[in-house]
């Protein structure tokens, strides 16, 4: 069955593509919010003295602060993280809350802070794609095998981004880093796939394939099952802890593409190329063959 499916390249490769296209699109017309320590403003936690809808404590924000965006980001337990568009000043945010209830975090992030924020978002993300590239090209020698784990790589951080836009995960410094970390992750299997087809040789390639598979496939189910119990406990039982949420939607998003990318795209294509390379040695034998018979 696996021997099936893994001759069916159009299949493999086309699955990953559509994916891609509808991640693509996501973060084209949704967009990425950057959150406040990339864009600037305040956030603040709140704990308050008595229950209030989220309405109620936008209302109230904006009469005493005449703030035209406030956005309540969580709101459990009468524990309510704020975050505003302007930047606003902690004695004024405490009148604001007078009576309310008290503020026991207050952060305000200026332009000039974020605006470099997002350029060194900008140069990590591109530093990391060359050096990975890099690594890639010399570890394989091969260009086919190694654009391939390139381009997994970059389609694992594409979904991953367009699942943030249509969740409105906000692009934020945590965010960065899980982005970063699906790198090292997608890598990680596609080098594993690629070397047991490629540099392997004892069993057939259907048997390679699928012991890397088995492997692979255990390492990214525990790990999203893993994330997913973090994202849980972070959102339910410790919304104020929204940097090991957001880390841990991130990775879940690009963990599930990395299955497809991995196992669909990289091991469409691999098995196409070791096709390509056998049919290639096959011809010069005939050639060879043939010159000798003449």
């Known amino acids: 069955m696996l021997e099936k499916f893994m001759d069916n390249y159009k299949l493999l490769i086309i699955v990953p593509i559509i994916v891609a296209i509808i991640a693509f699109s996501s973060l084209a017309t949704i967009g990425i919010e ?3 320590d990339l864009k600037g403003g305040t956030m603040a936690e709140v704990n308050l003295n008595k229950d209030m809808s989220s309405p109620e404590i936008t209302s109230l924000l904006h009469t005493s602060l005449h703030i035209d965006e406030v956005k309540i980001i969580t709101n459990n337990n009468r524990h309510v993280t704020v975050e505003l568009s ?3 000043e902690i004695g004024q945010f405490k009148e604001a809350l007078e009576g309310v209830g008290t503020v026991s975090s207050f952060n305000t992030v200026g332009p000039v802070l974020s605006e470099e924020a997002m350029g060194q978002v900008y140069w ?3 530093f990391a794609f060359i050096f990975m590239a890099i690594t890639v090209i010399l570890v394989f020698k091969q260009i086919v095998p190694a654009l ?3 381009l997994s790589a970059f389609l694992d951080i594409l979904f991953a981004a367009g699942g943030m836009a249509a969740l409105k995960v906000p692009l934020s410094i945590a965010s960065v880093g899980a982005l970063l970390m699906l790198i090292g992750y997608s890598v990680d299997t596609d080098i594993m796939l690629t070397t047991r087809l490629l540099k392997r040789k ?3 390639e259907v048997e390679r394939a699928s012991e ?3 492997t692979g496939l255990t390492m990214s189910f525990a790990a999203i099952a893993a994330m997913i119990v973090l994202y849980v406990v972070t959102v339910y039982t410790m919304p104020q802890a929204r940097t090991l949420s957001e880390i841990s939607i991130v990775l879940i998003l690009g963990l599930i593409a990395d299955i497809l990318n991995t196992w669909f795209l990289n091991l469409g294509i691999l098995r196409k190329y070791i096709d390509y390379q056998r049919n290639k040695k096959q011809a010069k034998k005939d050639k060879l063959k043939n010159k000798v018979v003449s």
């Open 34 to 36: 950057p959150g406040i």
């Open 86 to 88: 302007d930047n606003v």
């Open 124 to 126: 990590a993300i591109l």
């Open 148 to 150: 391939a784990v390139i």
């Open 202 to 204: 004892n069993g057939t």
């Open 212 to 214: 890397a598979m088995k």
